[in-house]
């Protein structure tokens, strides 16, 4: 009996149960609760938060809430790539390169192929805090732990030049040895200024001002889009559809090997 094929299927469908049924269920709990989810405007949650406030009980102000505004940053900031004007960014610098492998066969002789690869030598998020804005009004977002959809920036590759030097974001790049560069891929996604934004989170008091960060309750949703919310929905559905068929074929194909390489 092969033991190691009993327990790569076993993996592969444990995997797949794991996608298909609790995933899948994650998922569409999630769809259910931001479809039943009432929207607040800023300055209604502002009135909220301003009248516990007030009274000086602010510090016990939470609320999981879904709102509407407008992209802000503080100052003005570009993304680094597109020189877009933008309230939040994503920049990474790929290198694409090529490699030798050699295998011995199993007559002894050395075989050699090029293979290609790529790796992140350089990355970076803007420095400037995100603010949802309504009119003169705006609050801030504590970012961290949000699902993000963000808009697609520039998107460009660079062939490499030996006798070119390369900094990324203040940090030189020195070509390894033993590989080929072939080139850099420059991508970047942002939250460009003033666009839209969608935001599920928890509207909390925090140093002194009222902002939205991620629940203290776990698995409820924290979501920064510049998506509506039917479509973030739709793309929800989606992934559900998704991890439902992909479990299903990782049980088929577990079930395969731990019954065919036995």
């Known amino acids: 009996m092969n033991f190691v094929a009993l327990g790569i299927g076993g993996l592969m469908i444990a995997g797949g149960a794991y996608l298909s049924f609790i995933q899948k269920k994650k998922t569409e709990g999630l769809v ?22 007030d009274e000086g009980m602010a510090e016990g102000f939470r609320d999981l809430v879904e709102t509407n505004g407008k992209a802000e940053t503080d100052g003005e900031m ?10 939040f960014f ?24 090029r293979t290609r ?19 003169d009004m705006r609050v801030g977002i504590d970012m961290d ?5 963000l808009k697609d920036g520039e998107d460009r590759f660079e062939p490499y030049e030996s006798n070119k030097t390369y900094t990324f974001f203040g940090v030189q790049f020195s070509a390894p040895s033993g590989v080929r560069t072939l080139g850099f891929r ?18 909390r008091h925090s140093a002194g001002a009222l902002r939205i960060g991620r629940p203290s309750e776990k698995g ?43």
């Open 32 to 53: 259910t609760e931001l479809k039943f989810m009432k929207a607040v405007s800023l300055s209604e949650l502002k009135e909220s938060w301003q009248s516990l406030a």
């Open 78 to 87: 570009k993304a680094p790539y597109s020189n877009t004007p933008c309230a």
């Open 90 to 113: 994503e920049a990474t610098v790929t290198r694409e390169f090529e490699k030798e492998e050699r295998s011995t066969d199993k007559d002894g002789k050395v075989q050699t192929r």
């Open 117 to 135: 690869s790529s790796e992140v030598v350089s990355s970076r998020k803007s420095p400037s805090p995100l603010y949802i804005a309504e009119g």
């Open 145 to 149: 732990g949000a699902t993000l959809h």
């Open 186 to 203: 420059y991508k970047e996604k942002i939250i460009p200024l003033g666009h839209p934004l969608y935001v599920v989170g928890e509207a």
């Open 220 to 262: 409820k949703p924290f979501i920064i889009s510049v998506k509506s919310e039917d479509e973030v929905i739709a793309d929800m559905k989606g992934s559900a559809k998704m991890a439902f068929y992909l479990g299903i074929a990782l049980m088929i194909g577990g079930a395969a090997v731990a019954v065919f390489f036995r």
